[in-house]
Every structure is written in structure tokens, then in C-alpha cells.
């Protein structure tokens, strides 16, 4: 039947309704990252103040019941009422596009252009109390789900007082988990004391049990100087660049290291950008035209040689700070800057300046234009020696030694060398498979970091983890109930010990997998569950470029195998009542092969299997190349769950 449509089927959503209607449009999501936007667009508006040169000190509490409290000593959100007779206070927080930062001369730059941040935030929490200091009094105002239930009224007379808190809860029935990203949002303030030089920051997580306190005096060199702790750098000392064009302060720092991924942190106002934007292209044109020139004058290229963007940029660690009135950004989350002039104004601003301290500094200069040569001809070897693959298994010797030697090193920094091991698709499906029972016992083979065994917690009684490796054990001991140091060819465990044994992305690795299955089985109760999960190809079409991309990245892969292999190895070893599902999970790959086991040149010969991969894997097998280069993968998993019959 079809429905009248007319007059009456119009709806029109009154104050904050439309923020509580539809909140991942204002806020980005109703998960984690939610809520962590909430906390940042209040945060924002003390950085604002800070910006304004109003505004010395900023302190972010979490308390226990999960509310956070934001308090700035700036000059206080104005409580004098408007025309309308209603407080200024209240509309800025009752009110979408009501702000200072409208109109000309309260804000010179400002992260919260969009003038929905704040009252965003209240129409998203179950409660919110304003209080603010000001010309010599102090006020306090409450709302409810966006409502005001306690109008803002004057408390006490505070005669030198000023600035604003903001205490607040974020509605549990919109936010399913309604507790602040920890360690993000620890990430982001280190990042603003950073960015604001001399402005204070603390932070007091009571939930975590951790206050830490930043303030710098050294901004964005400093900043790079911090990210790059724990790489070795090319050059001593970051470069540091500034300079003015139209309005728009650009401050940048440079750093080439001798790691492979590029890592650009790039803000505007103190907001992070974390997909770029004008700013970063004009930062990248600076780079490709200040190197090459520099290395033109200074006859250090071949003949017509020239360098490509994303080979000067490899190993690079640039913070890149711009401050600019009315920038525009792609949404309310303010990931990309859209600004059109910004490109122009960075790229000239740092292309005079990057070119001027390369000439004043020959020593560094030649050591970062070798590093981007190096690069270069790196791709270029690895293109010229490129071959047709050959879809095989190699050969089945190996050393336990050399398990725990690569395993040992890329423990180290085992989480941020891959997207897939924290991937929340791919855990929760581990633990969808789970049917055992809540006081079930767990085993997690290979486990890693032990985040496979943890997706179960809350679904079992007690987990237990066996790795190779005393890193791996010391690492994954933060999730398990206990972890054993031990070989999964010959689990030291008796018989029937595992109501459950689970295992993710090892059997490929795994010279004849059978043996390790046969332990699994062996352990595993009569009646339990084996859940593994496995990456794999699309199809036999994209197998032999796929197992060419895997094994220059990781020597140790053996077994290119197949959603028909896995059930097949699994059915063999005794398992019945099969069931596959699927994930798909985007990788970056250019993350992925940044590891101390993959050479140079099988770095960029893995770039150019994807650049220049066949037509027909194309047709089968997503993947995307960024307009930098960068390339990000789409992986098949599949999580296979079965059991062992019951005697």
C-alpha cells in the first residue's frame, strides 16, 4: 500500500532534537570516537581561548562514574543576557551556530568554527553543569539531555576569578560505551601542549589511575623530536620552519628518519586533521620543489635524475601547525581542511624557507637529499628486478631460532605494525564463534599480544595464552589470566586440558600446519571448540600475486593458503561442525611492510606489485592508492570454528 505523502509528512525538529536524532553527524560516531569528540569540542573551545592569548592553563579530569569535567582559566563564557533576555551562557549551549567565534575580534583564529561544538555536547549528555568565573562573580547553570532544569543564576562574588568549567556525562542511551578513549585523548592533550607553547596542561584519568601534567616551551620541534624518540634519525636536530602569507602562520618541523612510513601530524588552530587536507598538499608541493632544487644546485642528482614526492618523503616526521581566521573543514569533525588558499600560501611560505635552511645547512642537507636518492634508486632496482611469481610452497625447514628472533624483535612494537591485530571486525567474529560455556577454559596458541584470547573475556572462565617467545609472553601477559612460554609443535599441556583453543594468521607461517593442529586437537577437550581465524586470497586469481606481496614482506611465510585449504587442514585433523564466516579489513600496507624484516628493496617492490598489478587481480581484489601513494588493502579473513567430537 502506498503511503500518503503530503504536508502532514513533514517534520520539523525543533533546538537540539536534530543532534539526539542523528549524532554521528555532529559527533562522528556513537562508539569511542564519540565520545572522544565530545571531550575534544569542549577542550577546543579553552585551546581557542589559549589562541586568543586569554587563556594559561587547561585541566581535563575523568572521574569515576565516567564523567569528564574541563576547566580553563580564560576569560569565562560571557553570562550577560542577550536581546532576546535569555543569558548568553545558556543560548551558546542550548543553541546550534550560536558562538564567539562568528563575528570579528574575540577570536583572532579558533579550532570551534562551526559554533555547534558545545551545545552538541550537551544535547549528547545525560547532564551537563556550567560554571563559570567572571567580572567578579561566579554563575552556575545545569541541562538535562540538552534542556536547561537549573537556569543560570550568580552563586558568589569571586573578585579575581575567571574562566569556564564544563562537567559532563555522555548519555549512555546514545553511547553504548560512554567511557572516554583513554590513551587517545591522553595522545591529543600531549599534542596541544605541544602545539600551544607555555600553555599548561593536566590531565587526571581516576578511572586509569594516572594524572600526567605536560607543558613545553619547544612546539612543534619539540613535537617531532618526541615522535621520533625511538627512531634513528637521519639528521640531529629537527628542522624548524615558520613563516606568514595572507593571513595564514605556518609552523613546520622536519625530521628524516630511517624508518619507512611517512608520518605527518598536520593541525590547524590546534584542531588535528588527520586526513590532510590543503595545508598538507602545499606542505608536500614545498617539500618535492625545496629537495629538488637544493639537490639540482648542489649536483648531487644524475643528469635529468629528480626525485618523486613519496620517495623524499619516506622516513619523514613532519608537524605541520597552521593558524588561519574562518577555516573551512569537510564536517563538524573537522578531519580535512578544505581551505583552498592554505595549499598555495604553506607551499610558498616553506618552499622559500626549507630551501634557505638547506643551503645554511650542507651537513644535514646532504644526508636528507641521500636518504631521498637512496629511496629513489631503491624503487628503481626493485622495479628492474621485478619477476613473474611462482605460486609454491618453499622449503619446510626451519629454525626455531629464527621464530624467535623475528618474533621477539616485532614484539616491540607488535600493535602498531599492523592494523588487523587490534581489528575490532575481526575479533568480535572470534568471539561470535564462541559456544562454550561462562566457566569454560580458554587456550590461546600464538597468541601474540593476547588480544585474541581477550576478545572472550566476559564469555569464559579463565584464559590462557602459549607463545614462543619471552617478549610475546611478557606482552600478552597485560590481557591473559596467565601465559606459558612453549612451542605449539608440542603444546606442554596434557591431553583434553582446552575447553576452547583459539589462533589467528599463524598457520600460514607454520611448516606443515598439520602438526600443530594435531596438538591443538589433542588438547582440546572431547566436545570442545578450535576457533582460528586466517588471512587468505579472493580467489586463485589474485593467490600468486598475494603470496609474492606476503613473502617479500615476511620470510617466514610458507603456506598461501586458501578458505578451501584451512577446512580441508582442519577437517584432517578431526574437527567437525565447520563454520567460516567472512571479514573484510582494510590494511596499510605502507604501516605493514615498515618493519625491521623487510628490506629496502622488497619494500618498494611490494609498492610496484600494487602499482603495477595485472587487470584481471584488480577485477578481484580491492585495493587503493592514495593521490601521496599511500596504499591501503582490502584483506580477506575468515574465522572457521569446529569441534571435536564427543567420546
Same mark, same amino acid.
Request: glycine share 8%; charged share 20%.
Given at each position: 500500500?502506498?503511503?500518503?505523502?503530503?504536508?502532514?509528512?513533514?517534520?520539523?525538529?525543533?533546538?537540539?532534537?536534530?543532534?539526539?536524532?542523528? #549524532?554521528?553527524?555532529?559527533?562522528?560516531?556513537?562508539?569511542?570516537?564519540?565520545?572522544?569528540?565530545?571531550?575534544?569540542?569542549?577542550?577546543?573551545?579553552?585551546?581557542?581561548?589559549?589562541?586568543?592569548?586569554?587563556?594559561?592553563?587547561?585541566?581535563?579530569?575523568?572521574?569515576?562514574?565516567?564523567?569528564?569535567?574541563?576547566?580553563?582559566?580564560?576569560?569565562?563564557?560571557?553570562?550577560?543576557?542577550?536581546?532576546?533576555?535569555?543569558?548568553?551562557?545558556?543560548?551558546?549551549?542550548?543553541?546550534?551556530?550560536?558562538?564567539?567565534?562568528?563575528?570579528?575580534?574575540?577570536?583572532?583564529?579558533?579550532?570551534?568554527?562551526?559554533?555547534?561544538?558545545?551545545?552538541?555536547?550537551?544535547?549528547?549528555?545525560?547532564?551537563?553543569?556550567?560554571?563559570?568565573?567572571?567580572?567578579?562573580?561566579?554563575? *552556575?547553570?545545569?541541562?538535562?539531555?540538552?534542556?536547561?532544569?537549573?537556569?543560570?543564576?550568580?552563586?558568589?562574588?569571586?573578585?579575581?576569578?575567571?574562566?569556564?568549567? /564544563?562537567?559532563?556525562?555522555?548519555?549512555?542511551?546514545?553511547?553504548?560505551?560512554?567511557?572516554?578513549?583513554?590513551?587517545?585523548?591522553?595522545?591529543?592533550?600531549?599534542?596541544?601542549?605541544?602545539?600551544?607553547?607555555?600553555?599548561?596542561?593536566?590531565?587526571?584519568?581516576?578511572?586509569?589511575?594516572?594524572?600526567?601534567?605536560?607543558?613545553?616551551?619547544?612546539?612543534?620541534?619539540?613535537?617531532?623530536?618526541?615522535?621520533?624518540?625511538?627512531?634513528?634519525? %637521519?639528521?640531529?636536530?629537527?628542522?624548524?620552519?615558520?613563516?606568514?602569507?595572507?593571513?595564514?602562520?605556518?609552523?613546520?618541523?622536519?625530521?628524516?628518519?630511517?624508518?619507512?612510513?611517512?608520518?605527518?601530524?598536520?593541525?590547524?588552530?590546534?584542531?588535528?586533521?588527520?586526513?590532510?587536507?590543503?595545508?598538507?598538499?602545499?606542505?608536500?608541493?614545498?617539500?618535492?620543489?625545496?629537495?629538488?632544487?637544493?639537490?639540482?644546485?648542489?649536483?648531487?642528482?644524475?643528469?635529468?635524475?629528480?626525485?618523486?614526492?613519496?620517495?623524499?618523503?619516506?622516513?619523514?616526521?613532519?608537524?605541520?601547525?597552521?593558524?588561519?581566521?574562518?577555516?573551512?573543514?569537510?564536517?563538524?569533525?573537522?578531519?580535512?581542511?578544505?581551505? #583552498?588558499?592554505?595549499?598555495?600560501?604553506?607551499?610558498?611560505?616553506?618552499?622559500?624557507?626549507?630551501?634557505?635552511?638547506?643551503?645554511?645547512?650542507?651537513?644535514?642537507?646532504?644526508?636528507?637529499?641521500?636518504?631521498?636518492?637512496?629511496?629513489?634508486?631503491?624503487?628503481?632496482?626493485?622495479? *628492474?628486478?621485478?619477476?613473474?611469481?611462482?605460486?609454491?610452497? %618453499?622449503?619446510?625447514?626451519?629454525?626455531?631460532?629464527?621464530?624467535?628472533?623475528?618474533?621477539?624483535? *616485532?614484539?616491540?612494537?607488535?600493535?602498531?605494525?599492523?592494523?588487523?591485530?587490534?581489528?575490532?571486525?575481526?575479533?568480535?567474529?572470534?568471539?561470535?564463534?564462541?559456544?562454550?560455556?561462562?566457566?569454560?577454559?580458554?587456550?590461546?596458541?600464538?597468541?601474540?599480544?593476547?588480544?585474541?584470547?581477550?576478545?572472550? *573475556?566476559?564469555?569464559?572462565?579463565?584464559?590462557?595464552?602459549?607463545?614462543?617467545?619471552?617478549?610475546?609472553?611478557?606482552?600478552?601477559?597485560?590481557?591473559?589470566?596467565?601465559?606459558?612460554?612453549?612451542?605449539?609443535?608440542?603444546?606442554?599441556?596434557?591431553?583434553?586440558?582446552?575447553?576452547?583453543?583459539?589462533?589467528?594468521?599463524?598457520?600460514?607461517?607454520?611448516?606443515?600446519?598439520?602438526?600443530?593442529?594435531?596438538?591443538?586437537?589433542?588438547?582440546?577437550?572431547?566436545?570442545?571448540?578450535?576457533?582460528?581465524?586466517?588471512?587468505?586470497?579472493?580467489?586463485?586469481?589474485?593467490?600468486?600475486?598475494?603470496?609474492?606481496?606476503?613473502?617479500?614482506?615476511?620470510?617466514?611465510?610458507?603456506?598461501?593458503?586458501?578458505?578451501?585449504?584451512?577446512?580441508?587442514?582442519?577437517?584432517?585433523?578431526?574437527?567437525?561442525?565447520?563454520?567460516?564466516?567472512?571479514?573484510?579489513?582494510?590494511?596499510?600496507?605502507?604501516?605493514?611492510?615498515?618493519?625491521?624484516?623487510?628490506?629496502?628493496?622488497?619494500?618498494?617492490?611490494?609498492?610496484?606489485?600494487?602499482?603495477?598489478?595485472?587487470?584481471?587481480?584488480?577485477?578481484?581484489?580491492?585495493?587503493? /592508492?592514495?593521490?601521496?601513494?599511500?596504499?591501503?588493502?582490502?584483506?580477506?579473513?575468515?574465522?572457521?570454528?569446529?569441534?571435536?567430537?564427543?567420546?
Amino acid at each position: 500500500m502506498t503511503r500518503r505523502y503530503d504536508a502532514s509528512s513533514i517534520t520539523v525538529l525543533e533546538g537540539l532534537e536534530p543532534v539526539r536524532r542523528r #549524532p554521528a553527524m555532529y559527533v562522528g560516531s556513537t562508539g569511542p570516537a564519540g565520545v572522544f569528540n565530545l571531550v575534544v569540542e569542549v577542550v577546543q573551545n579553552a585551546v581557542d581561548e589559549a589562541l586568543a592569548g586569554h587563556c594559561a592553563s587547561i585541566a581535563v579530569t575523568v572521574h569515576l562514574d565516567g564523567s569528564v569535567e574541563v576547566r580553563d582559566d580564560g576569560r569565562g563564557i560571557p553570562v550577560d543576557d542577550l536581546p532576546s533576555g535569555r543569558s548568553a551562557a545558556e543560548v551558546v549551549l542550548t543553541t546550534l551556530h550560536a558562538g564567539g567565534k562568528f563575528g570579528v575580534g574575540a577570536y583572532v583564529a579558533s579550532g570551534g568554527l562551526h559554533g555547534v561544538g558545545v551545545s552538541c555536547v550537551n544535547a549528547l549528555s545525560a547532564w551537563l553543569v556550567l560554571s563559570v568565573e567572571r567580572d567578579g562573580g561566579a554563575w *552556575r547553570a545545569r541541562f538535562e539531555r540538552g534542556e536547561v532544569v537549573e537556569p543560570l543564576v550568580r552563586l558568589a562574588a569571586h573578585p579575581e576569578g575567571h574562566g569556564t568549567r /564544563i562537567h559532563f556525562a555522555p548519555d549512555p542511551t546514545i553511547f553504548p560505551d560512554p567511557i572516554v578513549p583513554d590513551a587517545r585523548l591522553r595522545a591529543w592533550l600531549h599534542a596541544q601542549a605541544f602545539l600551544n607553547e607555555g600553555l599548561a596542561i593536566r590531565y587526571d584519568n581516576r578511572l586509569a589511575g594516572a594524572t600526567e601534567a605536560w607543558a613545553y616551551a619547544s612546539g612543534v620541534a619539540g613535537f617531532v623530536a618526541w615522535l621520533n624518540r625511538e627512531r634513528e634519525a %637521519v639528521h640531529a636536530d629537527p628542522a624548524h620552519l615558520r613563516g606568514e602569507g595572507k593571513g595564514i602562520q605556518v609552523d613546520v618541523a622536519l625530521q628524516w628518519t630511517h624508518a619507512y612510513a611517512e608520518d605527518v601530524q598536520a593541525y590547524v588552530n590546534g584542531v588535528h586533521t588527520p586526513q590532510g587536507g590543503t595545508h598538507v598538499e602545499g606542505l608536500r608541493a614545498a617539500l618535492t620543489q625545496a629537495i629538488n632544487g637544493y639537490a639540482a644546485s648542489a649536483h648531487l642528482l644524475d643528469g635529468a635524475e629528480s626525485i618523486a614526492g613519496y620517495d623524499l618523503r619516506e622516513g619523514l616526521t613532519a608537524v605541520l601547525s597552521v593558524r588561519m581566521a574562518e577555516p573551512e573543514f569537510d564536517g563538524q569533525t573537522k578531519a580535512v581542511l578544505t581551505t #583552498p588558499a592554505a595549499t598555495a600560501v604553506v607551499e610558498r611560505v616553506l618552499a622559500g624557507a626549507l630551501s634557505a635552511w638547506l643551503v645554511g645547512h650542507p651537513a644535514q642537507a646532504a644526508a636528507i637529499v641521500g636518504r631521498a636518492l637512496e629511496a629513489s634508486r631503491a624503487r628503481a632496482a626493485a622495479r *628492474r628486478a621485478s619477476e613473474r611469481a611462482r605460486y609454491q610452497r %618453499v622449503d619446510l625447514d626451519f629454525s626455531r631460532d629464527v621464530y624467535r628472533e623475528q618474533f621477539g624483535i *616485532r614484539s616491540s612494537n607488535w600493535h602498531a605494525s599492523a592494523r588487523w591485530i587490534t581489528d575490532d571486525a575481526i575479533l568480535s567474529e572470534h568471539a561470535a564463534h564462541c559456544k562454550v560455556g561462562p566457566d569454560a577454559k580458554v587456550l590461546d596458541v600464538c597468541c601474540g599480544s593476547g588480544v585474541v584470547g581477550n576478545a572472550f *573475556r566476559g564469555k569464559v572462565g579463565h584464559i590462557t595464552g602459549l607463545d614462543l617467545t619471552p617478549e610475546m609472553v611478557k606482552l600478552s601477559r597485560q590481557r591473559l589470566d596467565e601465559v606459558v612460554q612453549g612451542d605449539v609443535y608440542n603444546i606442554p599441556f596434557p591431553e583434553a586440558s582446552f575447553d576452547l583453543v583459539c589462533n589467528r594468521e599463524v598457520l600460514h607461517l607454520l611448516p606443515n600446519p598439520e602438526r600443530p593442529l594435531a596438538e591443538v586437537f589433542r588438547v582440546c577437550k572431547p566436545g570442545g571448540q578450535f576457533i582460528v581465524g586466517q588471512w587468505v586470497p579472493f580467489s586463485e586469481v589474485d593467490a600468486a600475486w598475494m603470496f609474492r606481496i606476503v613473502k617479500k614482506k615476511q620470510p617466514l611465510f610458507f603456506n598461501n593458503l586458501m578458505e578451501a585449504d584451512l577446512v580441508a587442514l582442519l577437517t584432517n585433523a578431526g574437527f567437525v561442525d565447520l563454520k567460516v564466516t567472512e571479514v573484510l579489513q582494510w590494511e596499510d600496507i605502507d604501516t605493514w611492510i615498515d618493519t625491521w624484516e623487510t628490506s629496502v628493496i622488497h619494500r618498494h617492490q611490494i609498492r610496484d606489485l600494487y602499482h603495477h598489478a595485472p587487470a584481471e587481480v584488480r577485477a578481484v581484489h580491492p585495493f587503493e /592508492i592514495a593521490p601521496d601513494g599511500r596504499i591501503t588493502d582490502c584483506w580477506r579473513w575468515v574465522v572457521v570454528s569446529g569441534w571435536k567430537p564427543a567420546e
